[in-house]
Structure formats: structure tokens, C-alpha cells
């Protein structure tokens, strides 16, 4: 019997539903869902599904469907009779797919969680295995894929105790949809234990955003603007967040010498306000997005373009970490972005407090001497000076940090076993 919790959200769900495009296109009109794609949040494929079976891989937002693209590769190579379909759900993440995926891969948007909605996804796409990262836990979707045998897995599932917490006020209905999982496989201890006690069989860890090559880039483009920075110091302050370019600025003010300071926002869409704050400060600025390079009267380099995080830390010499100092500002916390992109390149590192997403990672590297934790941006200048200063030291902080990511392991082999059982044979016809 289905718990009272589910079948009154099912009811709620279902009566709101009819609202979902009015809602939606609110939020096209704020930027927020892709107006030519929004019918794909309805359940409207904007493709069509090729012969054959099919993986369905879910991820958020850019960090967690970044995630995916290690699990993609491996499907590709082990299964190419296999179609791989990603789906996320913001503006930002389909952009940068756009340019990440391999050819041949789907992406969509993914489906709001409305009863009818599910049905027209699942009847379109016809799933056989379907495999959400992070705390993704929809319940119409995830029943209706369970009633339709279609395998699922929740991996690299991280959940707070906030979310769990929610979820053990309805004890039964958290049982109904962890017990949906064929596997379930947690990034880190605390989560497992959390998944545990909401009624799920965790069948071991597994961090994807552990595993991964070092971010893509453009040569041609890395050329031109090492050209364009000539022998100065480089910083880059990478995914910056609001009121933290500022306060970076500000502090490396009192840096010797003239550096290049690259600020790499997280949104690239809040350039404009970013531009428009420094420059009422008094700082000169190049602006990437408008195909502008930095020069020798160039105090700042504002980077605020997708999918180019390559080619930036490529240039650095040294890398501030952005989400990571919101609280110091008096914000609430961000928990800090991936410290293991900068250190797959051997670059030297500096995270604020805020590191809470990459607790476990950011632990790893400063215990190897490959990241520094700063209280405030105004301590920046304390830790990068010298860096800058010396460059052997730089580049031997930088080959501590690259020696560790390259012991992170995200346990990517033992997940793609587990998954790959749950897969129809290769053989196999489509049902």
C-alpha cells in the first residue's frame, strides 16, 4: 500500500500540474529555463529515441552533471549499442554540455516531477536503466520508472541532514521511494548512514567528482591570451561568487608588482554587474566575452564565458578557489567548488573557510601540502605573495596537489561493475 504522504503528494502534484507552464514560462522570462527547450520540462522530447536500450543519467545543475562525464565515457567505450541520454536542470549546465558531451550522447531537460508529465517522459524514452547523482529523489518519477522495471541507481549521492531530517517525518513514504533503488551508493559515510536510516541498502561509495581528466581546452585560445599576459604573475580567482570578486580585488590590491587577475565567475551572466562595480571602483577591465584581451594597462580580466575553466588555470600561477568565502562576507555559506580541477593541473591553490561540499578533498590536499585555507580574502596576500615570489615554491605546491588528486579515487571501476549488471545484455533485443 502506498503511504499516505506519497498518494496526497501524487493528488497535489496532479492538480497543480495544469499550472506548470504558466510557471514555467515565468521563469524563461527571468532567464532561468531555455524558452526555445522549456516544453522538454513537460515531458515534450526534443528528440527522438533511437533503436535499441537506452541509460538515462540525471544530474542538477553544472557540478553534478559535470560528475557524469567519466560514467559517460565508460558507457560509450563498454556499451556503444547502448544510447546514452543526460538530463539536467538549469540554463548553465545545458550549455556547457552542449560543448562536453560526446557525439551521439542526448541531453535534455529534465522533467518536473507532475504525474503526467513523468508518464510522457518514460513513454518517449523508454529507459532501462536510469542513474541520478547526488540527492535527486522525486517521487512521481521514481515510482513510475519503478512500476515500468525500469533499473535505478542513485550514486555519488550526497544528503544533508537537513534533507534527511524532512524526509524522517514520513518514515514509511522515505522507505517507498530509497527502496525504488536497485543500487545505492553514496559519495561519503555520513550520507550512507543517513540513506540507511531513511530505509535504503547501500551497497557501497563512490565520489564521481572525484574521478576525471584535467578540464578541456582551446590551444589556439591559450596561446593568444598567454601572448596577450606577456611575463606577468597570473591569478585566477575561479567561480567567483557575488560580493567575492570584489573583496578578492580589493586585497590582492596589496600584491606587489603588476599581476594579471583573472576573475572566472560561476554565472558568467553576472558579467554585467561584476563589470560595472569594478569599473565605479576605478579598475581597468578586459572583458572576455566581448572578444576583448588583457594589455599592459589591464588591471583585471574579466572571464565570464562557459566551459572555458581550462584554459584560465592553465594560465595561472597560482588559483583562488570562489565559493568558498561567503561567510567571511557575511553570506550565506556556497561550500566551496571542486579543489581538484586547479590540482589535475599542478597548480598551487587557496580556498576560503567554505569548503564544506569538498570537506573530505580539501582535507586531502592540505594535509599534502597542495591547498592553502585562508580565513578572509584579506589573508590572500599573505599566502599568494610569497608564491608568487618564488615560482619553485609555486610549482612544488602545484605537484603536491597534482600527486594527490592523482590518489583520489572515485571508485568509478567498482560503480560501472555494479551498473553495468543492470543493464540488458549486449546481445540482447530491445524488449
Partial sequence: MTPLPLLLYRLTTRLLEPLAPRLLDARAARGKEDP????????????ARPPGPL????????????????LVARLRAARPDVTVLVTS????????????????????????????VVAAFLDHWRPDLAVFVESELWPNLLLEARRRD???????????????????????????????????????????????AMGARVDGLVNLKLAGDPLPFDKAAFSRLSAAVGDRPVIVAASTHEAEE????????????????????????????IEAALRRDGYRLAVRSRGEQPDGDTDLYLADTLNEMGLFLRLADVVVMGGSFAPALGLAPVGGHNPLEPARLAKPAVTGPDASNWAAVTEALVRAGGLAVVDAPSDLPGVLGPLLASPDAAKAMGERARRAAAEANGGLDLLWSRLSALLPPAEARRR
Fill in 55 to 70: 541509460a538515462w543519467l540525471h544530474g542538477v545543475s553544472v557540478g553534478e552533471t559535470l560528475s557524469l562525464l567519466p
Fill in 36 to 47: 526555445v527547450r522549456v516544453d522538454e520540462r513537460l515531458g515534450v522530447a526534443g528528440a
Fill in 246 to 273: 570584489a573583496a578578492i580585488v580589493r586585497a590582492l590590491d596589496a600584491l606587489p608588482g603588476r599581476n594579471c587577475l583573472i576573475l572566472a565567475p560561476r554565472h558568467p551572466e553576472r558579467g554585467p554587474a
Fill in 89 to 116: 536542470g538549469t540554463v548553465t549546465s545545458a550549455r556547457i554540455l552542449a560543448d562536453r558531451l560526446p557525439p551521439g550522447v542526448i541531453h535534455q531537460y529534465a522533467p518536473v516531477d507532475g504525474p503526467g
Fill in 150 to 196: 525500469v533499473a535505478l541507481a542513485l550514486v555519488s549521492a550526497r544528503l544533508t541532514q537537513a534533507t534527511a531530517e524532512r524526509w524522517a517525518r514520513f518514515p514509511a513514504s522515505a522507505r517507498r521511494v530509497t527502496g525504488a533503488f536497485d543500487l545505492v551508493m553514496p559519495q561519503d559515510r555520513a550520507s550512507a548512514e543517513r540513506l540507511e
